[in-house]
């Protein structure tokens, strides 16, 4: 599918409306391609649908938890390589450590600033 012609693709997955709600807006805003997915296995079969440019993942989420989503990405991203944000409001340092040691993959954590995210995103892309 072609999204935006040109324009960057986002893919949200959370399973909480209003963290997607704010985070769609603001990137929308920003002139992004936004799609969302409610749970882990929702998101899996967007990023090989879509091929996002980036993809914002929460850790806990339902059918398939944000770290599963990782691993079963890893052969996506030797297809087309996309940037991952794994967004948890955990502080375990375990999720702070698979999260950095995974290629492309920032933590942040919950709650964040949407001006943190945005940098995130606009230093990948520059």
Do not use: Q
Request: proline share 5%; glycine share 4%.
């Amino acid at each position: 599918m072609d999204y935006g012609k040109g324009k960057k693709l986002v893919l949200i997955a959370d399973d909480e409306p209003y963290v997607i709600r704010v985070v769609k807006l603001k990137l929308s805003n920003a002139g992004y391609e936004v799609i969302t997915a409610s749970n882990g296995l929702e998101a899996l079969e967007k990023i090989k649908t879509f091929k996002p440019d980036v993809v914002i993942s929460d850790v806990n989420m339902p059918k398939l938890s944000g770290k599963e989503l990782c691993f079963r990405a890893i052969p996506l991203k030797k297809e087309k390589e996309f940037l991952t944000i794994v967004m948890t409001s955990s502080l375990e340092t375990e999720d702070r450590d698979w999260a950095e040691a995974m290629d492309k993959t920032v933590f942040i954590e919950k709650p964040f600033s949407p001006k943190t995210l945005m940098k995130i995103i606009g230093t990948y892309f520059n």
